[in-house]
């Protein structure tokens, strides 16, 4: 038997042989095909999840643009108020300064306001700068109330920020929450202003609640919020301040 017969396979052999590459062909795709299904499923779970994350931080920028035109319409109505009263101050300071000035009064003149009836009536012109005046104090005196004795009057808070329950929302918001106590004598809002930072202050960010319910004396309220982180340090802040009032 020459070299080449020896060498030559059976056809029992070249099945096997061919069964064999075959199977090896088989699992090539198989592994091909599961390697395509597994990176196409972790593509998908990634942009679900950045989509996430977007729609989080565009409603955490929806709720902050809400409360900042909140404060910026009671600030206009403050000022519309304040802008009031001082236009009739304004306008009670004309009328004075168009008055002449009184001149002396001669002896004669004294002795005659002297002699004056007491059930003299006073003239139209004076009723009316007396009356001018009584609305320029009474206005006032309703701004001062209303804008620095009222809304605080007999209300005092004590807060407290749960530094534990950080929620990293995405790396540029955190999820807080915090305690308000009212230990005053009077129901009243609060507005709170909270603080959160690392260690360092490097990565911080700051808000200022005023929309909150009223709260009743003795009455404690959990409330959270969330916070715009700067240079998207969210997962790095540890602790933090609030102040209410």
Known sequence: MSLFDKLKKTPEQEAKYQARLAAIKTKQEEWTANANSKREQDKAESDAKKLQRN?????????????????????????????????????RNHMDNQQPEPQKL???????????????????????????????????????????IAPGSGAKYKATLDTT??????????????????????????????????????YNGTDVLSDGPTIKP?????????ITITKQGAQYVTGGTISCN
């Open 55 to 91: 729609e989080d931080k565009a409603k955490a920028n929806a709720q902050r643009l809400q409360r900042q035109q909140q404060q910026e319409e009671e600030n206009a109505k403050k000022k519309a108020e304040f802008d009031t009263i001082k236009l009739a101050k304004d306008k």
């Open 106 to 148: 001669s002896l004669e003149n004294k002795q005659m306001q002297s002699t004056k009836k007491p059930d003299e009536k006073m003239k139209p012109k004076e009723v009316v700068q007396a009356i001018v005046v009584l609305l320029v104090i009474v206005l006032i005196g309703w701004f001062i109330y209303s804008v620095f």
């Open 165 to 202: 329950s950080f929620n990293v929302i995405n790396p540029a918001t955190l999820g807080v929450t915090f305690h308000v106590k009212n230990i005053g004598t009077k129901a009243g809002n609060p507005t709170c202003t909270i603080d959160v930072s690392d260690t360092s202050g490097t």
């Open 218 to 226: 003795g009455q404690t309220v959990t409330s959270a919020d969330q």
